[in-house]
């Protein structure tokens, strides 16, 4: 609900403001009109500003996936993971604070 009340208001606004310009144009108002007109032109400039925003933050966010699905499937976090949990065992290594390993065993 809450969504469509973000969507429908400001689209309401815009179709009002551009009714009325065009009322106050051909009624040769033209002090309403050109008030009318900057309000449309202000609201359709913020519009666009909101929209580049949400953009800038899907490609921030892709970008930090990207990143971090590179580093993750790099050579040294492959060797890393071999190296704590050795593929067919039940055993977990874990580095400890001085760099020596300890084994974990798992639950099953």
């Known amino acids: 609900m809450k969504t469509a009340i973000k969507i429908v208001a400001p689209a309401a606004l815009t179709l009002f403001l551009l009714v009325e310009l065009i009322i106050s144009g051909m009624k ?3 002090d309403a009109a050109t008030a009318y007109a900057a309000l449309l032109v202000g609201l359709v400039a913020a519009a666009a ?13 892709f970008s930090t996936y990207l990143d971090l699905d590179k580093e993750w499937n790099s050579t040294e976090m ?24 300890t084994p974990l065993s798992v639950p099953q």
């Open 28 to 30: 040769g108002h033209w």
């Open 49 to 61: 500003v909101v929209w580049q925003g949400y953009l800038i933050k899907q490609q921030i966010a």
């Open 78 to 101: 492959i060797k890393a993971r071999k190296i704590v949990h050795a593929p067919g065992s039940s055993e977990w290594t874990t580095p400890s604070i001085r760099g020596r390993r």
